[in-house]
């Protein structure tokens, strides 16, 4: 139960901070929190360590997907992508490798 209490807050507190720094540098808002509550439950159900792998998988999700799309040139560095998405597939995959 603790490690469900620690993945929950620690799957928020990892995606805020990466919004916050963004803001800072760059002084753009890069994701919404709706990524950051997703990766909040996604820790409660997964526990802490799931975190980093999940959101590990899910950026690679999210380059295998947005790269091609850059050298056809139907996007751009500016074009947003959903990122919830990628972090449910990369959650499916993390429970049926890591957990079944």
Same mark, same amino acid.
């Given at each position: 139960? +603790?490690?469900? =209490?620690?993945?929950?807050?620690? #799957?928020? =507190?990892?995606?805020?901070?990466?919004?916050? =720094? /963004?803001? $800072?540098?760059?002084? %753009?808002?890069?994701?919404? =929190?709706?990524?950051? $509550?997703?990766?909040?439950?996604? #820790? *409660?159900?997964? #526990? +802490?360590?799931?975190? +980093?792998?999940?959101? *590990?998988?899910?950026?690679?999700?999210?380059?295998? /997907?947005?790269?091609?799309?850059?050298? %056809?040139?139907?996007?751009?560095?500016?074009?947003? @992508?959903?990122?919830?998405?990628?972090?449910?597939?990369?959650? @499916?995959? !993390? /429970?049926? !490798?890591?957990? %079944?």
């Amino acid at each position: 139960m +603790f490690q469900s =209490l620690i993945g929950g807050a620690g #799957g928020y =507190l990892l995606i805020w901070i990466i919004i916050f =720094l /963004y803001k $800072k540098i760059k002084n %753009v808002e890069a994701m919404g =929190l709706g990524d950051a $509550k997703l990766l909040s439950g996604l #820790g *409660f159900i997964f #526990g +802490f360590k799931s975190i +980093f792998i999940i959101l *590990f998988m899910g950026s690679i999700l999210g380059l295998i /997907y947005s790269i091609p799309k850059l050298f %056809v040139g139907k996007s751009s560095l500016k074009t947003a @992508v959903p990122f919830g998405p990628f972090l449910i597939i990369s959650s @499916v995959i !993390y /429970y049926f !490798y890591f957990i %079944v």
